[in-house]
DNA sequence: TTGAAAGCGATACCAA
DNA sequence: TTGGTATCGCTTTCAA
């Protein structure tokens, strides 16, 4: 029975600079390829590593070296909504090619989630952070503020971001919706979504939708599901609800594509017709949309972009390149089929 | 402008203590809220860590305590298909409620990655490691092995998994699928998916497929895009390709619903009614088939659940608690109303 | 080209 | 109830 090198059990890279008879910082050297050591030395330092299959303990290596780590923190409010995991799929991607790992939180869109996972990931110390959204608790800024880490806010578009920022404009997103409803000849028209307790990307999109519709001579009727996700099943009784308070309903816009087709759903269940009867809007033109018999009429968003980019941004700081702080990728309406078109 | 503490420019908890006219334990026992202090000292000390703002930094806790780490590392092929985003959202959903967080590794479905994603991320001193799939490369294996934390190998039922598993037989899957499409009274059966280059679930469920529709006097015909990603689009070209080189297909299953979709939207742009001219089936049953119209033929899995068992069982080896190391939670089939049903 | 010693920020252990 | 000291695995710094 081998003799316990140390606590951990792990070989250590004093126990490969033992067993190579160098010592640990030559060892270190050869590790990190820092040069400085003669070719006989590399090829025994690794021939032992590779021997006693040591792995480096990189959280020795940060504190020791006050170096950040090569982690980063990303915050995302739920991986249900396929929106989110595309952007999270596109950070990833882009951060793993660099060389760094994504510490997932999954806030369920709740500012004091947010701060929590914050303060637990900031004790980790990485190398930087990706929040969803613009809002956060007093607290969570005050961390943000003294944590001295880049720090990627993304989904909204914001002008004056904590550090960086990538999105897009929400309001301008509904604003243009409502605008093209107005124009399709819709004015009694319906809105479904969850509650908006806080303000937010969807009460953005809520609040640009109605200045278009009211500006353009319509009337926008809401109907939130309280406390619920924004998924199939509340777009479905949202519609129901929402169509036995009121009358005259012509259009029914959704805080995204996951509630109108649980809409879509509820409407032709009942008889209607899409979009004879009752026009249906969506946002965010889930990829299935591309590949259904009737597309749904949507707001597209390059989702994998925006993670990507996002992670870019997070890269290009880290590595002391320039970075333009603010960015907005855009959006474009998909007309789809589901509004009558005039 | 005040003087540098220390290299990182952060509040230790050294500062703390001097601060608060203590000694470094008796600070950190207030913070760890071990008792053996004066209720007078606890005030004074926590008084000066909301003065400071100090935040612990845990990479010295766990190197100084021989403690693991509160992270795990999480590996998943993609978050583009929904099933797997699912997944994680059970995991990390389940694992930061006890206090958790998850480092993501997106393999893309290549043993390669999982290997360099699991080096990189064993350096990091996880708890534990949370793999999608039962197959690992050579060297991967040897340093699961070594080292000595937690692993659970999800997604496919494992019977000899490295340390616990948790997911479904998906060969037993795919040969129920097979057996129902034959009750049904195909004979002539397609299969479209993407290329199988490795052993996985999905090739399981061909093999499981194919035994049972051949068992019950039936051919399968197969159908894969090499080199593409099990989404919409193949799905459509995919049944493109087999129904050019093949004539009399009554039937098609594929690899996912996804791929269904898009071979679904196929059919339908060639005039062929579903189920009368052919019959589509998927696996996976997607959240957006219950508000579909026509429900798809599928398969369902509670992608959730299976996250939060994976989960679980790791917290609880964490704990010390008897864990059972190997579970099978099943699947069921949704007859749907894309077969005929005889 | 190589090595010895100090130190990163916390905790364990022992002493007071 | 409190504090001093050694220690975790590695890198930085300085010396040889």
Redesign the interface.
Same mark, same amino acid.
């Not at 606590?7 to 792990?10: F, L, S």
């Not at 303060?119 to 110390?125: A, F, H, K, P």
């Given at each position: 029975m081998r003799e316990k090198p140390n606590?951990?059990?792990?070989v250590s890279l004093s126990e490969v600079a033992r067993e190579a008879g160098v010592s640990k910082m030559t060892a270190s050297r050869v590790l990190r390829e820092e040069g400085g050591y003669s070719e006989k030395t590399r090829a025994l330092v690794m021939q032992k590593v590779d021997e006693l299959?040591y792995?480096?303990?990189?959280?020795?290596t940060?504190?020791a070296g006050?170096q950040s780590?090569?982690?980063v923190g990303?915050s995302i409010p739920?991986?249900?909504n396929?929106v989110f995991?595309?952007v #999270?799929?596109g950070i990833?991607?882009q951060l793993?090619t660099f060389?760094h790992?994504? $510490? %997932?939180? #999954?806030t369920q869109h709740t500012l004091k989630d947010e701060e929590d996972?914050i303060?637990? $990931? %900031?004790?980790?110390?990485p190398a930087g952070l990706i929040l969803t959204g613009r809002y956060h608790s007093p607290r969570a800024i005050?961390?943000l503020k003294?944590a001295?880490i880049p720090i990627v806010e993304i989904w909204d578009y914001n002008s004056s971001p904590l550090d960086m920022s990538v999105g897009i404009n929400h309001f301008d997103s509904g604003f243009d919706m409502g605008r093209y409803l107005i124009e399709c000849g819709y004015t009694r028209i319906g809105y479904v979504g969850t509650s908006h307790d806080a303000a937010n990307a969807a009460s953005s999109r809520l609040d640009g939708f109605c200045k278009a519709v009211e500006g353009g001579g319509g009337l926008v009727q809401k109907q939130l599901c309280l406390h619920d996700t924004a998924?199939?099943?509340p777009?479905?009784y949202g519609t129901e609800q929402l169509l036995a308070s009121q009358s005259g309903i012509e259009c029914i816009f959704y805080q995204n594509d996951?509630m109108a087709?649980?809409g879509?759903?509820y409407c032709?269940a009942k008889g209607m017709q899409v979009p004879e009867d009752i026009g249906i809007a969506g946002w965010g033109d889930l990829?299935?949309s591309?590949?259904?018999?009737r597309r749904l009429t949507s707001m597209h968003v390059s989702h994998l972009k925006l993670g990507k980019i996002a992670a870019q941004m997070m890269i290009s700081r880290l590595s002391d390149e320039p970075v333009e702080p603010v960015k907005d990728i855009g959006f474009h309406l998909i007309p789809g089929s589901t509004v009558r078109n005039l």
């Open positions: 606590k951990t059990n792990k299959g792995l480096p303990n990189r959280l020795a940060v504190f006050d780590s090569t982690f990303v739920e991986l249900g396929e995991a595309q #999270l799929e990833d991607r793993s060389g790992q994504s $510490v %997932l939180g #999954l996972w303060r637990t $990931v %900031l004790s980790w110390q005050e961390m003294n001295g998924t199939f099943y777009g479905f996951a087709f649980g879509m759903q032709t990829p299935i591309a590949v259904l018999k």
